[in-house]
């Protein structure tokens, strides 16, 4: 019998990514948007006018850390610390895995069916970007 596989749709990842444009203009900073599905591959991607180009790999790894760990970037960093039980983990995959705020998976359910990840502020900013955009997932109960 087939499975069926949860994931993030096209649909899905361009109203986030507009509720991710709409915080980051608030704050008054053109970012680096990216949302991946439930494999951990890019969906879409934004780069605003002006947005740092340091930050447009930022973005698509923060996405994808949150994904294949189920977990948020910023949970993974406190982990990750000297002494701590991650503690190196960000050297892992070859260096896609990124260790500070602004990758969130996308639950629906008991399922993570993708992640976001943006980048271009300070951390605090880039966690409320990322936040803006999981918020307005269609697919999000």
């Given amino acids: 019998m087939p499975r069926s596989i949860l994931t993030l749709t096209l649909d899905d990842a361009k109203a986030m990514i507009a509720a991710a444009e709409t915080k980051a203009t608030s ?9 991946v599905d439930a494999g951990g591959r890019l969906v879409a991607f934004v780069r605003q006018d002006g947005a740092l180009i340091g930050s447009i790999d930022l973005a698509i790894h923060k996405a994808l850390t949150a994904r294949i760990f189920d977990k948020t970037t910023a949970f993974l960093g406190d982990l ?3 002494g ?8 892992s995959r070859e260096g896609d895995v990124v ?3 602004g990758g969130i ?3 629906q359910g008991d399922r993570v069916i993708g992640a976001v990840g943006t980048s271009a502020g300070t951390v605090e900013q880039d966690v409320a970007v990322a936040e803006a955009a999981v918020a307005a ?3 999000n109960p």
């Fill in 137 to 139: 997932c269609p697919t």
């Fill in 99 to 101: 260790i500070f705020g």
């Fill in 27 to 35: 704050l008054g900073i053109a970012y680096n948007i990216a949302v």
């Fill in 80 to 82: 990750a610390q000297p």
């Fill in 84 to 91: 701590s039980q991650l503690y190196g983990i960000q050297n």
């Fill in 105 to 107: 998976p996308v639950v």
